[in-house]
């Protein structure tokens, strides 16, 4: 008997992409289909187990679930950045100037004004998601059968490929991409709690290693020019790989 187990329809301006609601199928070949199966980990990445006692509505869940938090915290590391790198530029002074400092305490300095449509907003999305993308409630939380997880029709750019396997290469990509940053998101925080300085105050000098890293004793013969220009050429090192997946994607999405 031949099923087909993902079927892709994508429509540039309503992207709709629909997928198998893996009826009649053992959950982990259902999540083997999904996308988000990548280096170094080329089969289902669960050394918990918890798909062997899951349904295939559990996964889709489970997906959906973690794709919702993969975008809120690429949003939150974007956040965290920028929020504490323009408090002391003009053009982006928020409530008068008052919110500054980590980022881990700015979010008690908000005033009033802000939460109301904050969670007017919150509301009205995640309203939407669960039309859009769950069953009528019956106690089991399940997703509706011709619901692509995370899809929610947004695509205002026009960037959602038509083509199924570029589609899935780019999901993939997304969950990558939301896996790091909630791995990131934690680090900030986590930093942050630790010596409550923002993270543009850090100097670079972390645990394990509270002193200067130097084994080959590089400062010992250097002046503090030295040490700038050292700095410096760090800095724009570390920029670039930063970049290129920025320009690898670029590339096979344009081929520019």
Known sequence: MSMKLVNNS???RGVSCKASSGKGVEPRTYLKTLPGISSPFPDVFDPAGLVDGAT??????????ELVHC??????????????????????TLFEGKITGPAINQFQQIQQGFWEPLLIAIGLAETYRVAVGWATPGGDGAL?????????GFDP??????NPTELKDVQTKELNNGRLAMIAI????????????DLKTLPGISSPFPNVFDPAGLV???????????????LVTAAWPCLLPLATWLESRWRI
């Not at 509706?144 to 929610?152: C, V």
């Not at 750019?157 to 038509?162: A, I, N």
């Not at 002046?223 to 700095?231: K, L, P």
Request: aromatic fraction near 8%; include cysteine; charged fraction near 30%.
């Open 56 to 65: 295939v509505s559990d996964i889709r869940r489970w997906r959906e679930s």
């Open 71 to 92: 975008r809120v915290a690429m949003l939150a590391s974007v956040g965290y950045l920028v929020g504490e790198q323009v408090e002391n530029i003009e053009a982006f």
């Open 10 to 12: 994508v429509a540039r």
């Open 186 to 197: 934690a680090g900030f925080t986590v930093q942050e709690l630790i010596d409550q300085k």
């Open 157 to 162: 750019l026009g960037l959602c490929p038509t």
């Open 220 to 234: 010992d013969g250097a002046t503090v020019s030295d040490i700038r220009r050292w700095r410096e050429s760090e």
């Open 144 to 152: 509706k059968e011709s619901y692509d997880m995370g899809n929610l």
